[in-house]
Nanobody, 125 residues
Framework: VQLVESGGGSVQAGGSLRLSCAVSGYTVSSDCMGWFRQAPGKEREGVASIDTDDTAGYAASVKGRFTISKDNTKNTLYLRMDSLKPEDTALYYC????????????????????WGQGTQVTVSS
């Protein structure tokens, strides 16, 4: 199982980015996948999750600005980020677990079995 993130970069506040997570070794239609982020000096936190049936959950800090989605034909997970703020600056990771489903929650990071290497997002004011 391998997850590879891309799409990070530097953007001004109010801008947008779309992160991608290319998956191999299983299909993104399977169970729970999520996006997490970790800012310097802070703990890793959950951002969004998505289930097999496309049920999504979001952290309060990003709800209404971020959208998680997946393309089963491309075996890819996405995170569309709009109205970016300087506090969104972090290293963003995608993660997967085969069971149980996310059910619109943001599961703890310890419950995920597989992780990507991360992609950096920097938002300047």
């Amino acid at each position: 199982v391998q997850l590879v993130e891309s799409g990070g970069g530097s953007v001004q506040a109010g801008g947008s980015l779309r992160l991608s997570c290319a998956v191999s070794g299983y299909t993104v239609s399977s169970d729970c996948m999520g996006w997490f982020r970790q800012a310097p000096g802070k703990e890793r936190e959950g951002v969004a999750s998505i289930d097999t049936d496309d049920t999504a959950g979001y952290a309060a800090s990003v709800k209404g600005r971020f959208t998680i989605s997946k393309d089963n034909t491309k075996n890819t997970l996405y995170l569309r980020m709009d109205s970016l703020k300087p506090e969104d600056t972090a290293l963003y990771y995608c993660a997967y677990r085969p069971w149980p489903r996310c059910r619109a929650t943001i599961p703890t990071m310890t419950s995920f079995n597989y992780w990507g290497q991360g992609t950096q997002v920097t938002v300047s004011s």
